[in-house]
């Protein structure tokens, strides 16, 4: 299993939020480019890189800080959070981004999204499948839609989506665990889809679980910014 640690950005800062809300913002490092080399040091090859700002404004806005990333380390970055455009979609592959991951684009915009995976292949675009109560959420977990996630799920492993990034929005950031049950559902329901746990992680046992479960990769975030989670311990998974 992946170990893919986290750096969500604010103002080109490393910070998380709680349940994807602005208004409980923590800053953890000014200087994002200090942490994934962090990461990297540990042994850890991937990093989920979101660009909050971007996310809310419907556009990429920390491009510069996956530059720097991609630049000055060998992490396979992944980048999500405002890209909803061709154009959005270049400046994240041009700066370094190994995947980009498309949410609300997916649900708002599918053509373009069927586009980007027919031109770039499935090997490069991550599915975001972001949910509240089962219920695909976007625009940064702003909105809530009407849209079941398993049916989301079918749509796009039709249309030939491999990767799929899912957060259980009610999780994320509480450090209470993940929603085993949501990828215990995936995996049965979608087995060749390579499913990446995102949110709630809390403790080598959460990652463990996973790990059991043959999940291809899970996403920490707070839990290693907290102490919860030390990087030291990260290294079984990548020997």
Request: charged content about 30%; proline content about 2%; overall charge negative.
């Amino acid at each position: 299993m992946h170990i893919i640690p986290a750096i969500d950005l604010i103002d080109g800062k490393a910070v998380r939020l709680t349940q994807g809300d602005y208004r409980q913002k923590k800053e953890y490092n000014a200087r994002p480019l200090e942490v994934a080399q962090q990461f990297e040091d540990a042994g850890l090859t991937r990093l989920h890189l979101v660009d909050l700002d971007g996310a809310k404004e419907k556009r990429v806005i920390n491009w510069k800080v996956l530059e720097l990333i991609a630049s000055k380390t060998n992490m396979h970055v992944d980048f999500g959070g405002g890209v909803q455009s061709d154009e959005d979609l270049q400046i994240a592959f041009e700066c370094g981004a190994k995947q980009v991951t498309g949410g609300s684009i997916a649900v708002k915009d599918p053509d373009l999204m069927e586009r980007w995976l027919s031109r770039y292949g499935s090997a490069k675009i991550i599915l975001g499948a972001d949910a509240k109560n089962e219920k695909i959420a976007v625009s940064g977990w702003e909105e809530g839609t009407d849209v079941w996630i398993y049916d989301f799920l079918e749509k796009w492993v039709d249309k030939g989506i491999k990767y799929v990034i899912s957060t259980d929005v009610a999780k994320d950031g509480l450090l209470e665990g993940p929603s085993f049950d949501l990828y215990r559902n995936m995996q049965d329901q979608f087995p060749k889809l390579d499913i990446i746990a995102s949110g709630g992680v809390s403790n080598m046992s959460d990652i463990e679980t996973l790990a059991d479960m043959d999940i291809f990769g899970v996403i920490v975030g707070k839990a290693i910014y907290e102490g919860r989670v030390t990087l030291k311990e990260l290294r079984q998974f990548t020997e």
